[in-house]
């Protein structure tokens, strides 16, 4: 009997569901140099699963392929320009094996690391085209939603989901967009507000932060929840990278990321996971805190 998964927006309105945690730091802790995390895929692709695998057995439902830097600007300067499609087909496929047909996995898409006019020299259109190229691969493996993650910048977001939508867009849309500065702001100067805005504008179905320090994100988080109803996604990273050994660390400890995720589960985040320097241990742990949480 094949089993039917409830879909993820239903799903949000009952549960709060678990993300898995940090890829690339998850690689880089395995002792594999790469000049972008998506190599992994074809070079490496029995840590990509057991990573996800370890991520699964801690206690996520929630996952993203591992295609963040997986769109063609991004493979070209590694080298790789070549397998784009390869890659990506292999980033979603790796991780469903790994996760099984029981979990939400999404469709990843990170910045392409182009600067749009008038800052830059690319176009709207070039940059849409590029996203749409990856979508075509990435949506004919069929995920269950689509996750914009990392953006910092307006203009690329818009770019990037109007490709994503011309490659034929049929599942949830959810978009996280990071605050990377002190002032709560992303590196274009984007206000939580400001990005929410846009998200909510573009038909994101689900909004939220990632990939910043976790008292800014979960501030970001709070400010975005006051513009928007839509279901909250939050991934912060492990606290501050340090240098240990030799070896960069996070400060963060599994402690601290359950601190986070009860925080940002009281302001009303539905998907909670983590970023850079995330781990199997953290995600346990928030895991175990919001499944025992009575006030949740």
Same mark, same amino acid.
């Given at each position: 009997? %094949?089993? $039917?998964?409830?879909?993820?927006?239903?799903?949000? #309105?009952?549960?709060?569901?678990?993300?898995?945690?940090?890829?690339?730091?998850?690689?880089?802790?395995?002792?594999?140099?790469?000049?972008?995390?998506?190599?992994?895929? $074809?070079?490496?692709?029995?840590?990509?699963?057991?990573?996800?695998?370890?991520?699964?057995?801690?206690?996520?439902?929630? /996952? #993203?392929?591992?295609? /963040?830097?997986?769109?063609?600007?991004?493979?070209?300067?590694?080298?790789?320009?070549?397998?784009? !499609?390869?890659?990506?087909?292999?980033?979603? *496929?790796?991780?469903?094996?790994? =996760?099984?047909?029981?979990a939400y996995l999404a469709a990843n898409f990170g910045p392409c690391g182009l600067?749009?006019?008038?800052?830059?020299?690319? %176009?709207?259109?070039?940059?849409?085209?590029?996203?749409?190229?990856?979508?075509?691969?990435?949506?004919?493996?069929?995920? !269950?939603?689509?996750?914009?993650?990392?953006?910092?910048?307006?203009?690329?977001?818009?770019?990037?989901?109007?490709?994503?939508?011309?490659?034929?867009?049929? $599942?949830?849309?959810?978009?996280?967009?990071? /605050?990377?500065?002190?002032?709560?702001?992303?590196?274009?100067?984007?206000?939580? *507000?400001?990005?929410?805005?846009?998200?909510?504008?573009?038909?994101?179905? =689900?909004?939220?932060?990632?990939?910043?320090?976790?008292?800014?994100?979960?501030?970001?988080?709070?400010?975005?929840?006051?513009?928007?109803?839509?279901?909250?996604?939050v991934q912060a990273n492990a606290g501050i990278p340090e240098i240990r050994g030799?070896? %960069?660390? /996070?400060?963060?400890?599994?402690?601290?990321?359950?601190?986070?995720?009860?925080?940002?589960? #009281?302001?009303?985040?539905?998907?909670?996971?983590?970023?850079?320097?995330? %781990?199997?241990?953290?995600?346990?742990?928030?895991?175990?805190?919001?499944? $025992?949480?009575?006030?949740?």
């Open positions: 009997m %094949t089993h $039917v998964k409830t879909p993820l927006l239903n799903r949000l #309105q009952a549960d709060i569901l678990i993300a898995n945690g940090a890829m690339g730091t998850a690689l880089a802790a395995r002792g594999l140099t790469l000049t972008n995390s998506a190599i992994a895929n $074809v070079a490496h692709p029995d840590a990509v699963r057991d990573i996800f695998r370890e991520y699964r057995d801690a206690g996520a439902l929630v /996952f #993203q392929s591992n295609t /963040f830097v997986a769109n063609l600007p991004m493979l070209e300067h590694a080298g790789y320009g070549e397998q784009h !499609d390869e890659i990506n087909r292999a980033g979603v *496929r790796l991780a469903r094996e790994a =996760i099984g047909d029981d600067m749009l006019e008038p800052l830059g020299k690319a %176009t709207a259109d070039e940059v849409a085209a590029i996203y749409e190229r990856e979508a075509r691969v990435l949506l004919a493996e069929g995920p !269950d939603f689509v996750l914009f993650e990392t953006f910092e910048a307006l203009e690329e977001l818009e770019a990037a989901v109007a490709g994503v939508r011309a490659a034929g867009l049929s $599942v949830p849309l959810a978009i996280t967009f990071s /605050f990377s500065q002190p002032s709560g702001r992303s590196m274009m100067g984007v206000s939580p *507000r400001q990005a929410a805005e846009t998200m909510v504008a573009l038909g994101a179905d =689900i909004v939220g932060a990632n990939c910043g320090l976790p008292e800014v994100t979960v501030a970001a988080l709070r400010d975005i929840a006051d513009a928007t109803d839509k279901p909250l996604m030799g070896e %960069t660390c /996070f400060s963060g400890t599994p402690e601290d990321a359950v601190a986070l995720a009860l925080e940002s589960a #009281q302001i009303g985040a539905r998907i909670i996971g983590g970023c850079c320097g995330t %781990t199997p241990a953290h995600i346990r742990a928030v895991a175990a805190a919001v499944a $025992v949480s009575p006030s949740l």
